[in-house]
């Protein structure tokens, strides 16, 4: 029998790239059984809740958003007493000093808890919600200028820490390679990379300090392959650009893709009329006997 979902399992974070509003379309997808879950770009972690495995290994590159997890399922009371205190400085002046603290050398000093805090109350109150970070790696994007916007989610994140608490869900914070090196056959891999660029995107500077390159995108389909042939299920998703369907059109006698066509409203283009339904795909990948 299905386990009944638990609906307050639910992004905590805006993150650029999100997958919320994409699930129905991959729902489809979705391997019926497996035994762990990895999710080696986790961002907001959209598919995650969805899916509420009770085994799972989750990783992002970002270590300050993996820190925000770690504090949600193990300094929960103090995290909302935190949050509680910033709702009451949703305006322009509080937002540019509390952002501004990164720069400063009493930030090194504050414990994980507080940047969790601080990070949770940048991301709901700036502009976009995006989490972008300058060449220094300090956090850089505008105030947003919001009515209400919910910084303090308590059931939201009560549900996600009791979720956290209650399963076997590993925290890891580094490339997606090391993260997925010890996936066991039968585990369901779903790989949400930063997206190949469209030609004619405006330059959307990335999640990392780095970026994401086509060289790491064929880094992520060489282990892609490495993980078929292991026997894990996989699914990725990513831009429909002629690059990545290349790419992933190169197959073996043992290993294919499928390139499905899905169709997502995207928001991270700063030209506002720009925004709007976008063509991306979500790649299953199969191995035939
Ligand atoms: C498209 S977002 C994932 C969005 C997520 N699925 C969601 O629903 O919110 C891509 C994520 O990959 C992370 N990332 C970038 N480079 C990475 C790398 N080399 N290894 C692991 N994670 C990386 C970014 O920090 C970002 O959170």
Not at 52 to 62: E, G, I, L
């Amino acid at each position: 029998m299905k386990k009944k979902q638990n609906l307050l399992l639910q992004p905590v974070l805006k993150w650029a790239g999100g997958k919320r509003q994409l699930i129905p379309q991959l729902e489809k997808f979705f391997p019926l059984k497996y035994t762990t879950y990895y999710e080696p770009f986790m961002g907001g972690g959209a598919v995650l809740f969805h899916l509420q495995p009770h085994k799972a290994v989750v990783n992002d590159f970002n270590e300050d958003l993996i820190n925000c997890y770690k504090c949600i399922k193990d300094n929960l009371d103090e995290l909302l007493e935190k949050l509680k205190y910033y709702e009451t400085k949703n305006d322009a002046t509080s937002y540019y000093k509390i952002r501004a603290i990164d720069r400063t050398d009493e930030y090194k000093n504050w414990s994980p808890v507080e940047r969790a805090a601080r990070l949770i109350y940048l991301n709901r109150t700036c502009y976009n919600g995006l989490f972008r970070m300058n060449s220094a790696g300090q956090f850089n994007s505008p105030f947003g200028s919001y009515k209400n916007p919910c910084i303090c989610n308590e059931p939201v994140l009560k549900a996600i820490s009791k979720y956290f608490n209650e399963n076997e869900i590993e925290f890891r914070s580094g490339d997606f390679y090391d993260a997925c090196v010890d996936a066991p056959k039968g585990s369901f891999v779903y790989l949400d990379p930063p997206y190949d660029q469209y030609e004619e995107q405006v330059n959307f500077v990335g999640y990392t300090k780095n970026g994401f390159s086509r060289d790491d995108q064929k880094r992520l389909k060489k282990m892609c392959d490495e993980l078929i042939e292991r026997g894990c299920y996989i699914m990725i998703s990513n831009s429909k650009t002629k690059f990545i369907e290349d790419l992933y059109s190169d197959t073996t006698k043992y290993i294919s893709y499928k390139i499905n066509t899905v169709n997502a409203r995207r928001n991270i283009n700063s030209n506002a009329q720009k925004r709007g339904e976008i063509e991306e795909v979500l790649i299953v990948g199969k191995f035939e006997e």
